[in-house]
């Protein structure tokens, strides 16, 4: 056997958690993520949420201090931390999501989420679970702007 039969294969950079590895009550925290005008621009202008309150500044009338980002913008910046960090290449499909507004995220936020998993539930077939989490996301200041639960579908570790 030559050297380069013998040596293991490298491991994937990057890959999430397979089922297995997650238990109930273990908890991450993701990377931070800043929320900038182009971020809101580009997000309103690809999904068409063109309400008066992100395209007016004069709109809110001093409710809201600085440019409102839309909520779904603040979910979708979290997911794509979380999918980087926790699911990628092991996710299956994401089933459901339960979601709640608790404070306006502006541009200049700097925004990250506490993802705790809550129920791992492997399925009858297919080495995959239905795994769900609950995430808090905060501001820089640690305030609470949005909490949701997430139930997703993971794959397990591969056969030997």
Request: proline letters at 4%; a neutral charge; charged letters at 15%.
């Amino acid at each position: 056997m030559t050297a380069d039969q013998n040596r293991a294969a490298p491991a994937q950079l990057g890959l999430g958690y397979y089922w297995q590895d997650l238990a109930v009550g273990q908890r991450f925290h993701t990377f931070r993520r800043t929320v900038t005008e182009t971020d809101i621009v580009n997000f309103i202008s690809a999904t068409g949420m063109l309400e008066t309150i992100f395209i007016d500044a004069t709109y809110a009338q001093g409710a809201i201090q600085g440019r409102p980002a839309p909520g779904a913008l603040t979910y979708a910046l979290i997911e794509g931390l979380i999918l980087q960090g926790m699911v990628q290449g092991t996710g299956l499909a994401l089933l459901e999501v339960h979601k709640k507004m608790l404070a306006p995220v502006v541009a200049g936020d700097t925004i990250w989420a506490e993802v705790e998993v809550t129920e791992v539930r492997p399925t009858s077939k297919h080495n995959r679970a239905i795994v769900t989490s609950a995430i808090e996301v905060r501001n820089q200041h640690g305030k609470p702007v949005m909490s949701y639960t997430a139930t997703r579908m993971l794959a397990g570790r591969p056969a030997a």
